[in-house]
């Protein structure tokens, strides 16, 4: 569904992105991790046509995703920060998405507005709300259009746990209904019923690709957290060997 | 008081006169025939009509007065009357379509080196020159209307034209749309009284070489350059209105190479300069109102002893413009409508010298082009912080002991 | 396009800031139309403050807003919208709101007391002008990352255009002074939108008269009817250059 091959991306002299290959099939959950700094926002805004890689390419469902748009009426991206005009309304800031979308036949799904009970909170302007309730909103924005591909970007920062509840329980819903969905966390023990694949990377650089499954068998390690810090361990070793 | 004397004895001779009337029920149809038939210090009275005399000569002391102004008409060929003696009036004619040419200064009426003229209540329409004094003196010119329309200035001439004149009066006329309203060239000893002079081409009143002159109680009024006083000396300028003369090149008032001359009570509104002296020498410029004008004064450096007390300066965009950093020049208890300063003491004079002339106002003398920054953020700035340190206006124009209120003028 | 420049619209008009200026203005304009004995004297006060604030205010408050939206823009990136149309339609939200808040502060008591083809001319320069500052600001804005750094630009732009250029122009006249400049001063006016603003609301004034030769060489041409058109296309150039270039740039920038 989506294919990367040889991403590259430099801020001035900060290799971002270095040659960075990826495939991502339907149905899958990918988590994407790494330490601070290692590339994981860039390569979804690559994804998402915000920042223009500098060589390599990018496909979403076969189609080459330079200089094209439409491609992301596929998507649904829930940012890590996400801020709106502060004189708007949650129900303002939905009409537009609503508008600019403009999707009348598909289905649109208000499940996480009911959830996350916003439909209450229809009025109020955006620069009276909490960091969390913006979270929601931003993550309610995502799940709405019903996209093939979600991105989520630190879903579960800022939300309190009942919210993260039901944003996880949203997930494995929508991952059960076929879906790509692509998370970056720091969290890795909120990821370990959620995913089915990860992708490990640091400074830039695609460490590993791998399916649960592997990892764990590849590090004897049950938990994700504790399989990532074993693999953290070996290549730090690897590069002072 | 000898010209008085003088219109009693014509009034007794007049007295003893015939009285000839010309009309087409009369006796004379043409004036030319009657004035032929006239003899010394008769009246010719001529009857409502339209008279083509071609040339009208005047060469007897006669009164020619009109009866609800008759015309007389110069089929734009001639000269209408020419007054070629002395002692004659001239009353109650309509003068219209006088020749025009480019060698002979064509007149409705032209005085030739005589004396005790007297032009008055007449209505002079399409006139190349109005009325033309030529070393005419003490001659009266009254109550006439001239009207033209001059498009351009090579075309036309002045409404009332006298050059090397003595002891002239011209009273109560009313002038426009010649070249210049009023013109005076080497004239002397004359009064310019209550006339109204608008809408000429170029200047409503223009005066050169004549001295000894006053011009009180006039209004000159939108003129292509207004007023200009040149090569003359003791002039009296008293209670004359001096109004909308706006245009590039327009002067309420202009001196230039005046000497000892008086501006008194006059009313300077919305000119672009309301007086550009240049060579100006001891004048006094006294209770008068700037009013609204682009420049009140622009005093150019080759100007000595003006002294400007007692005016009033309201709402001119700038006060005083001048080219020099020497100042010969006084100005004392005038009231200034952008003084800023204070008086402690309330004896109605500020305690801190005004200084009217603007930092920018030097800059555009000396580099006109800069006008373009004309209510510019940085000119303004400019003038605002020259106003707290002085350093490029002159040091001495200023006036020590501004009015704090204006004068009841 | 529309969609976005609406809920833009709708989202600027509540600003308090916007709301503030507009009365600012409304107060000012009535206020010194009611001081001033003669209206045409209040037009020339009110011509001074149109060329200093306006063009302030809507730099200022366009590069506030396009840094405060970063995240917003960021979002409306990601959806299937193009880049130019996003850029554009903030570009036109924010250009509508600040002309209304113009034309509302000034335009009502100009024609309420000074209805006139003076009045008219300020009117259309200050909307110029509202226009103009908003993709300077967008420009600007485009070009710098950081917002303090880019709102420091864009006071900078404004001190440049306002009182640095003029400065530029008087050092100039006095290099030049022993040459004509009157006609080369045309062309320069054209290279500041404030500038050429003033210079045509003047000679709509019969002030124009005290700027004696340079004034006529000026009336000479802004008087016709090409000159008029010439004034107006560059006015408007001045809208559509910064306006395209910061939507190219933005079109290549990585948010």
Redesign the interface.
């Given at each position: 569904m989506i294919i990367a091959n040889n991403i590259n991306k430099q801020?001035g002299k900060l290799k971002a992105l270095d040659n960075v290959s990826v495939t991502c099939n339907k149905g899958e959950c990918i988590a994407l991790i790494g330490p601070n700094g290692s590339g994981k926002t860039t390569f979804i805004?690559c994804i998402?046509?915000?920042?223009?890689c500098n060589s390599g390419f990018i496909t979403v469902n076969g189609k080459n995703i330079l200089h094209e748009?439409?491609?992301?009426?596929d998507?649904g991206?829930m940012?890590q920060?996400?801020?709106?005009?502060?004189?708007?309304t949650i129900g303002?800031v939905l009409d537009?998405?609503k508008?600019?979308?403009n999707k009348k036949n598909t289905a649109i799904d208000e499940d996480l507005i009911k959830k996350f009970e916003l439909d209450k909170l229809l009025d109020k302007r955006m620069r009276t709300l909490s960091g969390g309730t913006r979270q929601k909103v931003?993550a309610a924005?995502a799940f709405l259009f019903n996209p093939a591909v979600l991105i989520l970007d630190e879903p579960t920062a800022g939300l309190d746990p009942v919210a993260a509840e039901i944003l996880k329980d949203k997930i494995i819903a929508e991952k059960a209904n076929g879906k790509l969905i692509l998370i970056t966390s720091h969290i890795l023990s909120e990821l370990d019923d959620l995913v089915t694949q990860v992708i490990y990377m640091q400074e830039g650089k695609l460490i590993f690709h791998k399916s649960i499954g592997d990892l764990r068998a590849d590090t004897g390690q049950e938990k994700l957290s504790k399989a990532i810090a074993s693999v953290m361990l070996k290549t730090g070793n690897e590069k002072n060997n | 008081m000898k010209g008085v004397i003088i219109i009693l004895c014509s009034c007794c001779f007049q007295a003893s006169a015939f009285n000839i009337h010309v009309g087409s029920l009369q006796q004379f149809k043409t004036i030319t025939a009657a004035v032929a038939a006239a003899t010394t210090g008769d009246t010719i009275i001529v009857d409502k009509g339209i008279y083509f005399e071609k040339n009208l000569v005047i060469n007897k002391q006669l009164v020619l007065k009109g009866i609800n102004h008759p015309v007389l008409d110069g089929e734009k060929k001639y000269e209408i009357i020419s007054i070629k003696s002395d002692n004659v009036t001239i009353d109650g004619f309509l003068l219209q379509h006088t020749g025009v040419s480019s060698i002979t200064d064509f007149a409705a009426i032209k005085i030739y080196d005589r004396r005790y003229v007297t032009i008055i209540n007449n209505i002079i329409n399409d006139a190349f020159f109005g009325i033309y004094s030529q070393q005419g003196i003490n001659c009266l010119i009254q109550n006439n209307i001239l009207t033209a329309n001059a498009i351009e200035e090579q075309q036309s001439g002045n409404g009332i034209h006298c050059w090397r004149s003595d002891s002239m009066r011209i009273i109560a006329n009313t002038i426009s749309g010649h070249r210049d309203g009023i013109y005076f060239e080497f004239v002397t000893n004359s009064v310019i009284w209550r006339n109204n002079s608008f809408k000429n081409m170029r200047y409503g009143l223009h005066f050169m070489f004549s001295n000894d002159d006053a011009y009180i109680s006039n209004v000159f009024e939108n003129n292509g350059a207004g007023v200009s006083v040149m090569f003359s000396h003791s002039v009296k300028m008293f209670n004359n209105y001096f109004k909308e003369n706006w245009g590039d090149a327009a002067y309420g008032l202009l001196l230039k190479e005046i000497n000892d001359s008086y501006i008194e009570n006059n009313r300077f509104e919305k000119n672009t300069m309301a007086i550009y002296a240049e060579g100006a020498n001891r004048i006094h410029i006294e209770k008068n109102v700037f009013k609204g004008n682009g420049w009140a004064l622009k005093i150019q450096a080759s100007c000595m002893d003006i002294q400007l007390i007692k005016n009033n300066f309201i709402g001119n965009s700038f006060d005083v413009g001048t080219n020099g950093s020497l100042v010969l020049n006084t100005f004392n208890n005038n009231y200034w409508d952008k003084y800023e300063g204070y008086d402690l003491n309330h004896d109605n004079l500020g305690d801190v010298p005004y200084r009217p002339v603007s930092l920018y106002s030097m800059i555009i003398e000396q580099n006109p082009p800069a006008m373009i920054l004309f209510h510019s953020f940085i000119t303004s700035l400019m003038d605002k912080t020259e106003k707290v340190i002085p350093s490029l206006t002159p040091e001495n124009l200023k006036d020590e002991h501004p009015l704090m209120k204006s004068l009841p003028l | 396009m529309k969609k976005i420049i609406k809920y833009v619209i709708i989202d600027i008009l509540r600003n308090k800031i916007v709301v503030a200026y507009t009365i600012f203005l409304l107060l000012l304009s009535f206020s010194i139309f009611n001081l001033e004995d003669n209206n045409a004297k209040g037009l020339l006060s009110l011509l001074n403050i149109v060329l200093i604030i306006v063009p302030l205010v809507s730099i200022l408050f366009a590069a506030i807003y396009v840094y405060n939206s970063a995240e917003f823009l960021e979002l409306l990136v990601s959806q299937p919208l193009k880049r130019k149309t996003i850029w554009l339609s903030i570009f036109a939200g924010l250009a509508f709101s600040l002309a209304l808040a113009f034309f509302i502060g000034v335009g009502i008591p100009v024609m309420l007391y000074e209805f006139s083809a003076t009045g008219i001319t300020m009117l259309i320069v200050g909307l110029f002008l509202t226009v103009i500052f908003v993709a300077i600001a967008l420009l600007a804005t485009v070009q710098t990352r950081d917002k303090a750094k880019g709102i420091g630009v864009t006071i900078l732009l404004w001190l440049y255009f306002s009182l640095l250029f003029d400065g530029l122009v008087l050092f100039l006249l006095f290099q030049f002074a022993d040459y004509p400049m009157e006609k080369i001063m045309i062309g320069i006016s054209a290279f500041n939108p404030i500038d050429l603003s003033r210079i045509l609301v003047l000679l709509k004034m019969d002030v124009s008269a005290l700027m004696g030769y340079t004034g006529a060489v000026f009336n000479d041409f802004f008087g016709k009817t090409y000159g008029m058109i010439i004034a107006v296309f560059v006015l408007a150039l001045w809208i559509a250059l910064p306006a395209w270039i910061s939507a190219r740039k933005f079109n290549r920038k990585d948010l």
């Open positions: 801020f805004k998402l046509g915000m920042v223009v748009w439409q491609y992301r009426a998507i991206y940012p920060i996400g801020r709106y005009p502060d004189n708007m303002q537009m998405m508008d600019i979308r931003s924005l | - | -």
